[in-house]
């Protein structure tokens, strides 16, 4: 990853106008970022700020001019529209309603959303209310992600996550009152502190929940189960490095993971990637466009997007986003910006596919393998992987085997130095 090139220096700096240039298809499904939040958690690592509402209003008139130029580059009515939209943050449910009221008008007055467009929006249960979703709704949003992180408030205190376990399930009942009929939860696992016996009460809180597709009790249909990561310069990581904290042991961590699996599968949840549960055809088709390497647009600072193989990311403060924004008649600065490389997009396209339980197309992988004269030490590295017990081959697909999936960074590391 490069610095961040401060805005000043205008001479080094790019717009997205810039690989947005390189488009061929029209692009199917966008990413806004709304940074603000009321409290900045100690594991985040995504750009967020500590909302004063003194910027909302001139954030949400960027987005705006952003949204506008991005919106040549979507796919129109005639092509089917976007497939999806996702805003998350930060906490987007901070934005102020008449500001959420213009941004839905905007959207759709710029893009071809239609009932068929997954539409979500990430929300903490603190800012759930019957207003707002209703606002929501009313604006073509059709699927909730509501961060729980855990029902045990101990456990929350660590991760300095500061809600009311219980406004879990209001906001579940909000949004399907609403008529929000798609809602996932987000769970945090191997939490400092945390026993084995604390995630099993966590899951089973989780699957009472369950109410299926289009419940309007409150239920969910898709269930996101993480492990606590330690992400460099977030307040958690320094605690752990100061000795304020204690990482869980690995064995405990290990079965965690592999109870989360045998459980949500007996209970009808069904793991489509590694973290990612959800009964029947609920799959988050937005991240599955993410772990399949397609296309998509991203709006707002922060934000990452992938367009005709071009990888990049907006300036990740707001200040900087915002004047970047007007200087360039509504194309964001941006960093990190990777052209289209084989090798690069064929190493991402294994580490990203070898997480869905659907695997990798094995043949289709060596054969881009073969254009980058990379087919054979990949092959050898797959066959090592297989011989290992990690990796399964059937069906012409590669696929991490239950094993595998304990270590499936080690997997696609290894198949991904195949192509060097």
């Known amino acids: 990853m490069t610095k961040i090139i401060p805005l000043i220096r205008r001479s080094q700096c790019i717009t997205a106008a810039v690989p947005l240039a390189a488009r061929q298809e029209p692009v199917r499904s966008l990413y ?6 009321f409290h900045k958690c100690h594991y985040c690592d995504f750009y967020s700020l500590v909302d004063t509402q003194d910027r909302q209003s001139a954030f949400v008139e960027a987005l705006v001019r952003e949204l506008s130029v991005l919106s040549p580059h979507a796919a ?66 059709n699927r909730m992600s509501i961060g729980a992180q855990s029902f045990d408030a101990r456990h929350l205190r660590t991760l300095e996550r500061w809600h009311d376990p219980e406004n879990v399930e209001r906001a579940l009942s909000l949004a399907a009152r609403a008529g929000i009929k798609r809602r996932s939860l987000d769970l945090i696992f191997a939490i400092p502190g945390q026993s084995l016996d604390d995630w099993q009460t966590d899951l089973e809180k989780a699957l009472s929940l369950c109410g299926g597709v289009g419940s309007t009790s409150g239920g969910i249909d898709h269930l996101s189960c993480y492990s606590l990561t330690y992400e460099p310069g977030t307040p958690l990581t320094a605690r752990r490095d100061h000795g304020e904290i204690q990482p869980l ?31 029947p055809r609920s799959e988050c088709r937005h991240n599955l466009n993410y772990w399949r390497q397609e296309q998509w647009l991203a709006a707002g600072p922060s934000a ?16 900087d986003w915002l004047d970047g924004v007007r200087a360039s008649r509504g194309y964001s600065p941006i960093t990190d910006h ?60 590669w696929r991490l085997s239950p094993a595998g999936l304990l270590v499936a960074d080690s997997v696609a590391t290894t198949l991904m130095a195949a192509l060097d």
């Open 76 to 141: 129109g009515s005639s092509s089917g529209g976007l497939a999806t939209v996702f805003i998350g943050g930060g906490t987007p449910t901070l934005l102020a309603q008449p500001l959420w009221r213009r941004l839905l008008a905007v959207l759709h007055d710029l893009f071809a959303i239609s009932a068929a467009t997954e539409f979500t929006v990430e929300c903490n249960p603190e800012t759930a209310s019957a207003s707002l979703f209703a606002l929501l709704r009313e604006g073509g949003v």
């Open 249 to 279: 042991d690995e064995e405990t961590e290990c079965r965690m993971f592999e109870y989360t699996g045998e459980r949500l599968l007996q209970a009808g949840l069904a793991r489509y990637e590694i973290s990612n549960f959800s009964v």
């Open 338 to 397: 990777e052209p289209p490389d084989a090798r690069r997009l064929l190493a991402e396209r294994i580490m990203t596919g070898l997480r869905l339980s659907e695997g990798l197309d094995a043949g289709a992988i060596l054969r881009e393998a073969r254009s980058i004269s990379a087919a054979d030490r990949l092959q050898r590295a797959s066959k090592l992987m297989i011989n290992s017990g990690c990796l399964l081959e059937s069906d012409g697909r």
């Open 304 to 319: 990452s997007a992938f367009v005709a193989g071009h990888r990049w990311k907006n300036v990740a403060r707001l200040g």
């Open 32 to 37: 806004i970022h709304i940074p603000f939040c």
